[in-house]
């Protein structure tokens, strides 16, 4: 009997023993599936955080290689631009070259330096030119004064006797760069107009330019 009862005992116990097992095992399987859900989802968003990082890195490299070679294109476009209106200006160097070389050249320079007098507005001028034009504003210099005075006198009322002369000073000739023309200085030097068939070039380029652009490059940003 009592042998019974001690048998009993010890089922019960096993048998609570078994299920305390099983219950923990159920337990330790369901956290331990549990955590490894967590591990693989968080696993899983680094992943993708990780993609979205190298994906948007790459669309950055992409966007400044884009903005390098548009760049780079630009930068060729304005240089053609620039070298084709530079040849321009120089075939328009070469048609004032040959003006200098017209019939009508002396006539210009007369027209040149009485524009010069009139804006330099000094009394004591002094003319340079090259040294093949030298010969030629000695000759047209007495009538083109006589029209600067005529000119200021019918402005002003006031009748000047200016004292123009031609440098003959070997080491001040203009160049040939100029295509001609004349630059006048007053002052020793401090005041000068520049009348050269380039300097006129240039303020015409200077002047015109955006229309320029317009017919060559219509379209132009």
Same mark, same amino acid.
């Given at each position: 009997?009592?042998?019974?009862?001690?048998?009993?005992?010890?089922?019960?116990?096993?048998?609570?023993?078994?299920?305390?097992?099983?219950?923990?095992? @159920?337990?330790?399987?369901?956290?331990?599936?549990?955590?490894?859900?967590?591990?693989?989802?968080?696993?899983?968003?680094?992943?993708?955080?990780?993609?979205?990082? /190298?994906? /948007?890195?790459?669309?950055?490299?992409?966007?400044?290689?884009?903005?390098?070679?548009?760049?780079?294109?630009? @930068?060729?476009?304005?240089?053609?631009?620039?070298?084709?209106?530079?040849?321009?200006?120089?075939?328009?160097?070469?048609?004032?070259?040959?003006?200098?070389?017209?019939?009508?050249?002396?006539?210009?320079?007369?027209?040149?330096?009485?524009?010069?007098? @009139?804006?330099?507005?000094?009394?004591?001028?002094?003319?340079?030119?090259?040294?093949?034009?030298?010969?030629?504003?000695?000759?047209?210099?007495?009538?083109?004064?006589?029209?600067?005075?005529?000119?200021?006198?019918?402005?002003?009322?006031?009748?000047?006797?200016?004292?123009?002369?031609?440098?003959?000073?070997? =080491?001040?000739?203009?160049?040939?760069?100029?295509?001609?023309?004349? =630059?006048?200085?007053?002052?020793?030097?401090?005041? @000068?107009?520049?009348? =050269?068939?380039?300097?006129?070039?240039?303020?015409?380029?200077?002047?015109?330019?955006?229309?320029?652009?317009?017919?060559?490059?219509?379209?132009?940003?």
């Amino acid at each position: 009997m009592a042998s019974d009862q001690i048998r009993q005992m010890v089922n019960f116990i096993l048998q609570e023993a078994h299920e305390k097992a099983n219950e923990i095992r @159920v337990k330790t399987e369901h956290d331990f599936n549990l955590e490894k859900q967590t591990l693989v989802h968080e696993a899983k968003l680094n992943i993708q955080e990780e993609f979205a990082k /190298k994906e /948007k890195d790459r669309e950055i490299q992409e966007r400044i290689q884009r903005s390098a070679e548009i760049g780079e294109c630009r @930068v060729k476009k304005m240089k053609v631009r620039d070298d084709l209106l530079q040849t321009l200006v120089s075939e328009a160097g070469s048609k004032c070259a040959m003006i200098a070389r017209g019939p009508n050249y002396a006539h210009l320079l007369q027209k040149l330096i009485v524009q010069g007098l @009139v804006k330099i507005e000094e009394n004591e001028v002094t003319i340079f030119t090259r040294e093949e034009d030298v010969s030629v504003v000695k000759q047209i210099l007495p009538e083109a004064i006589e029209e600067y005075v005529s000119i200021m006198e019918r402005e002003s009322g006031i009748k000047l006797t200016p004292e123009v002369t031609v440098s003959e000073d070997s =080491t001040k000739f203009l160049g040939e760069s100029t295509h001609g023309g004349v =630059t006048l200085k007053a002052y020793d030097g401090k005041i @000068v107009c520049d009348n =050269t068939m380039t300097a006129r070039l240039n303020l015409v380029y200077e002047e015109l330019l955006p229309s320029i652009r317009a017919i060559l490059f219509p379209s132009d940003d």
